[in-house]
């Protein structure tokens, strides 16, 4: 059985969004989510990045992280899929109730249902990469790994 998830926090996956609630520290800082921590990755050296870590929600700091008034780091498109997967580790590292759900999922696909995100999740016809749940199979396998 696929795993769906998107943005709905009530939904029994909705801790696999990056907008859940599960704050983390990383990098000598807390991120109150996850989404706060990617976007600000992409302006690290300026003062965007506290910016960003310090807006009340996900949502914003998804806002303020597409804003281009700031520019992108150079190497953001080598680099974003590692850094995703860091903030994603550490996010069910940090949170031991939200790691038994992933980990709970076995050896299902994950999905991010996003209808408008075609690199991180699947996308409306389902052809997108799907790499947000492909990084969260990763992050399974690694914490299921230690657990063994």
């Known amino acids: 059985m696929t795993i ?3 943005s709905n926090r009530e939904e029994p996956y909705g801790c696999f969004s990056n907008f859940s609630p599960h ?3 990383l ?3 807390y991120w109150p989510t996850s989404e706060h921590y990617f976007q600000a990755q992409k302006f690290v ?3 965007y990045v506290d910016r960003i870590r310090l807006v009340k929600t996900p949502k914003d700091a998804a806002k303020m992280g597409r804003d281009r008034s700031f520019p992108l ?3 953001w498109e080598q680099v974003k899929d590692d850094i995703m997967r860091r903030g994603v580790l550490r996010k069910f590292q940090t949170h031991t109730d939200i ?3 992933l980990i709970s999922t076995g050896d299902e696909l994950i999905v991010e249902n996003s209808p408008i995100d075609y ?3 699947c996308g409306a016809d389902g052809s997108g990469n799907n790499m947000l749940g492909k990084i969260l199979m ?3 396998e690694i914490l299921r790994d230690r657990i063994n």
């Open 23 to 25: 704050g983390f520290e």
């Open 45 to 47: 050296g300026t003062p």
């Open 119 to 121: 690199y991180w999740g």
């Open 27 to 29: 990098d000598g800082f």
């Open 99 to 101: 790691r038994e759900v």
């Open 4 to 6: 769906y998830f998107y």
């Open 73 to 75: 780091r150079p190497d």
């Open 138 to 140: 990763e992050v399974r």
